[in-house]
């Protein structure tokens, strides 16, 4: 059985720190990695993208993977309340797998 | 470009009454996905159909659930008879075909708004 794993939280961070998400995954043929967003009530939507080990970064958000250690992050620099949301971590290896999600709150 | 639709956006049924929810992808998108996600979790897979043919289904509960996408574009989602335990959100999402380079299983999803289904 294929698995993603997340802490669901709620992770609160004080605003203008960096928010730190994490996400293991069981299969070690995954090749593609994302981190999606959803507000409540709203459906996820795509904020990063990673498929090789390392760092990549977009904005305030940067991705990291550890395909070793099976291993993919979502750090989040200058947090915001507008941050606030859950995050899920997607990984696919023939078959997208969606972690159950980890709730951010950003602490004004 | 416009996103992926979906309707209705709401829908509430009695148990063992059918319904069905509608997606049509962002245009030029081969890739269609139907998920289910109960409040609290993820989104789970039922269907993947690349054009009109169906790439994965191993998680639809044939014995109720179906779904077509007969002309490679828009897809329907049918529940037929409903049980208390479909009551969730319904999101389609849709993905393009891989680039030069890139293999399919690099693409990037894009949702629509999802479907609310309460089945009371």
């Known amino acids: 059985q294929k698995e993603v794993e997340q802490n669901s939280g709620p992770l609160s961070v004080p605003e203008g720190a960096i928010a730190s998400l994490n996400c293991t995954y069981s299969d070690r043929g995954s090749q593609s990695f994302f981190w999606y967003r959803q507000y409540s009530g709203k459906s996820p939507e795509l904020i990063m993208s990673i498929y090789s080990n390392g760092d990549k970064e977009d904005g305030r958000f940067t991705a990291q993977l550890n395909k070793a250690s099976q291993y993919v992050s979502l750090l989040i620099r200058d947090s915001q309340p507008s941050d606030s949301a859950t995050y899920l971590c997607a990984v696919n290896g023939g078959k997208i797998i969606f972690g159950k999600g980890t709730r951010l709150h950003i602490l004004p | 470009e416009a996103g992926v639709a979906q309707s209705p956006r709401y829908k509430i049924i009695e148990k063992r009454q059918s319904v069905a929810f509608w997606c049509n992808p962002i245009s030029g998108h081969a890739t269609l996905y139907w998920y289910q996600q109960i409040l609290g979790q993820g989104p789970k897979l039922l269907i993947q159909?690349?054009?009109?043919?169906?790439?994965?289904d191993s998680q639809l509960p044939k014995d109720r659930f179906s779904a077509e996408r007969l002309k490679g574009v828009d897809s329907t989602l049918k529940i037929q008879p409903a049980k208390l335990e479909d009551s969730a959100v319904y999101l389609c999402?849709?993905?393009?075909?891989?680039?030069?380079?890139?293999?399919?299983?690099?693409?990037?999803?894009?949702f629509g708004p999802g479907t609310r289904l309460t089945v009371l």
């Open positions: 999402a849709s993905s393009s075909t891989g680039t030069s380079g890139r293999p399919d299983s690099y693409n990037e999803q894009f």
């Open positions: 159909f690349q054009n009109n043919g169906v790439v994965d």
